[in-house]
């Protein structure tokens, strides 16, 4: 099988870790040697030594009903405590655990002990509205501190949170409460995004009134002070929480306890509510946390800039960094407002040691050029990380020295909101370094890439991406279908978790991520699915037919492209493609939310299809990629793509 990928720059550079950065490493050589003499015996140490267990587990790994694993499972704990209580208990309560940052430049910070106090107060907030243990509650605010207490506070009554990103439209934000049956919704009167109050009450009013019921209450934390229609079940969260108690007594809860559900995008059009559970979850995320990103507690500022609506802003905002009792930032707003230089002044502020991005980023900051980091004091960072889409060897080098200074380590990490935490990525301090490259999983994290045929790759050759063991964060399921999750990710070779991504070796046995393989598309490191995009334009009026593909994009990754074919009835439009095409792309920002918006909808009157019927999206891809159209022999009508390409042109 051959998977193509973009060589930018080549780049055959390799860097060692610097004499002082290894003398002082978190991580070593070792923790490979004992994860391979023994890896369910490696987990169950780092489970113990990472975490606080009210009950201790004995028995690690029961993987006896494939693909539903169950780690650590006679343990008990309580998340929260362990991402709260005990760094207070054990003299700490003084650290910062996180310096917050709103976009107009108010900020505030808060130590362990406030934290705490705060996550108790809310706790004691939920529980006074009925909810409980298991019960589901949906977090939909902006980068604020309330949205790292709402998800701590839910955890420590044992409830499951399912955050949706501020982004998301009301119907989207509708379907995940209906599927997740919430009886609470957690969000804010609107929040600050490019300089403006972003709306988000009214989203969740038009959602709640669209969904199925479940919604008994909305908890609305005051921060855009925008004016807000206001309903018999709303409550302000200032006003419950002056009211709470700042006592709150955590109950242990079993290890394989949901934690959380967070959707994502798949290859159909209804999005996955991904579930996720306590204690192997956390242990990875703080074994990851702390190694991949060389965590000194005591001295380290960590920022990822993920938002908390994704996967990255689970594992590594909230709970990788505030298990390790790390002091982190966390920032509301978009990286050019008021400026151009938003990031880098944070840096400076903060003294950032550590900071985790996505390359979709430090693209666009490449493109704005050199001279505009370079105003800011950068000289904190000593470690940088990569996430989401693959980095090009032209994006890392750049990251590496005009953010870095030129010597500190780039960790490029390959990882899905379905592994819950890092797979594969470097080990700073110990790792030799490879542009472009996740390169190596993880101690006690076993990969393989295999042919279609489930036989392994030899040597250098393309081929699917596969977890070949079970391991401690991994999915526990999709909410409510236990049959898409087999399915989805373990029909295909059985035992082995396919990942979805295509990727080969090179003569190292380094790893190189070449991209999805199936119709979902990674635009900024978010990951969208064709099909949803496509059932929302055919859910237009416009629309008879619609294909959509991700086409290369300089800066993000890939971009949305669309192609449609208009009802006849709706002909007239076809005069007038620009004003129709425009309405479409509006109409998927409304439905979807503005990061679904194509970058183009293109108008044509037919879409090339194979004599089954199927689209021939590879085609259409080679047209929004301005490349020569491939082979189209197989096509119902062979004419078809010169027509598609005049009209596209
Ligand atoms: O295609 C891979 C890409 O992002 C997908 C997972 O997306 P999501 O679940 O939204 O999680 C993103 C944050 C972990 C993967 O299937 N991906 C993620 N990280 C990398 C990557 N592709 C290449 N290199 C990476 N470092």
Redesign the pocket.
């Known amino acids: 099988m051959t998977v193509e990928i973009d060589h930018t720059l080549e780049e055959i550079r390799r860097f060692r870790p610097s004499p002082e950065f290894a003398a002082q490493a978190v991580a070593s050589e070792d923790l490979y040697d004992r994860a391979k003499a023994d890896r369910l015996g490696f987990w169950a140490d780092h489970a113990r030594e990472l975490l606080t267990w009210s009950k201790p587990f004995t028995r690690t790994l029961d993987w006896s009903n494939p693909p539903f694993a169950k780690w650590f499972e006679d343990g008990e704990l309580n998340v929260a405590v362990n991402c709260l209580d005990r760094h207070v208990e054990a003299g700490n309560g003084d650290r910062v655990a996180f310096h917050w940052e709103g976009e107009p430049g108010d900020s505030k910070s808060y130590t362990y002990a406030q934290l705490t106090e705060e996550v108790k107060r809310a706790a004691n907030v939920l529980e006074s509205l009925g909810v409980g243990e298991g019960d589901r509650v949906a977090v939909y605010l902006p980068m604020i501190p309330e949205a790292v207490i709402s998800m701590l506070a839910v955890a420590r009554i044992g409830a499951i949170h399912s955050v949706v990103f501020g982004g998301f439209s009301s119907d989207s934000l509708a379907s995940r409460i209906d599927d997740a049956e919430a009886k609470l919704v957690i969000t804010a009167d609107g929040g600050y995004r490019k300089g403006k109050v972003f709306p988000l009450k009214p989203t969740v009013d038009d959602a709640v009134t669209k969904s199925g019921g479940s919604v008994e209450h909305v908890l609305v934390v005051r921060r855009g002070e925008n004016d807000i229609a206001w309903t018999d079940r709303d409550i302000w969260w200032h006003e419950a929480r002056d009211a709470a108690s700042p006592e709150h007594e955590a109950k242990a809860f079993g290890a394989e306890h949901p934690l959380f559900i967070l959707y994502?995008s798949g290859t159909t059009g209804k999005p996955k509510g991904i579930l996720h559970t306590s204690g192997g979850y956390l242990t990875q995320v703080a074994f990851t946390h702390k190694n991949v990103f060389d965590l000194h507690p005591e001295t380290d500022v960590y920022w990822s800039t993920a938002d908390v609506g994704?996967?990255?802003g689970h594992s590594y905002v909230v709970y990788g960094p505030l298990a390790n009792g790390a002091t982190s930032v966390i920032y509301e707003g978009t990286p050019d407002t008021p400026h151009a230089g938003r990031w880098w002044e944070i840096i400076e502020k903060y003294k950032v040691s550590i900071l985790y991005a996505a390359p979709t980023a430090i693209r666009s900051f490449m493109k704005q050029g050199r001279s505009i980091p370079q105003q800011f004091n950068l000289r904190s960072l000593r470690l940088l990380g990569?996430?989401?889409?693959?980095?090009n060897p032209e994006a890392w080098i750049w990251y590496r020295h005009v953010i870095g200074g030129g010597s500190i380590p780039v960790v490029?990490?390959?990882?899905?909101?379905?592994t819950g935490g890092i797979m594969i990525s470097a080990l700073p301090g110990v790792t030799d370094l490879k542009p472009g490259s996740?390169q190596t999983p993880i101690p006690g994290i076993s990969v393989d890439i295999l042919e279609e045929n489930g036989t392994p790759v030899e040597g250098e050759g393309g081929g699917l991406l596969v977890v070949t063991e079970p391991w401690p964060s991994m999915l526990r399921g999709i909410w409510g279908d236990p049959e898409r999750f087999k399915e989805t990710y373990w029909e295909k070779f059985g035992d082995k978790y396919f990942?979805?991504?295509g990727a080969r070796r090179d003569e190292d046995g380094d790893i190189w991520?070449l991209?999805?393989v199936d119709d979902?598309m990674?635009v900024s490191?978010?990951?969208l699915s064709t099909a949803e995009i496509e059932s929302s334009l055919v859910a237009h009026p416009y629309t008879a037919e619609a294909a959509v593909v991700g086409a290369s994009d300089e800066t993000t990754g890939q971009a949305v492209v669309a192609f449609v074919i208009l009802k006849e009835s709706q002909a007239v439009l076809a005069a007038d493609f620009t004003t129709t095409s425009e309405e479409l792309r509006k109409h998927v920002a409304t439905q979807i939310g503005a990061i679904a918006r194509p970058r183009q909808v293109f108008i044509v009157p037919e879409l090339p299809k194979t004599r089954s019927g199927k689209i021939m999206r590879r085609l259409l891809r080679d047209l929004a990629e301005g490349r020569q159209i491939g082979d189209t022999t197989t096509l119902a009508d062979t004419s078809i793509m010169e027509v598609i390409s005049s009209q596209v042109r």
């Open positions: 994502t994704w996967i990255t990569s996430v989401g889409e693959p980095i490029d990490t390959w990882w899905q909101t379905e996740a990942a979805g991504d991520l991209g999805r979902v990674n490191g978010h990951r």
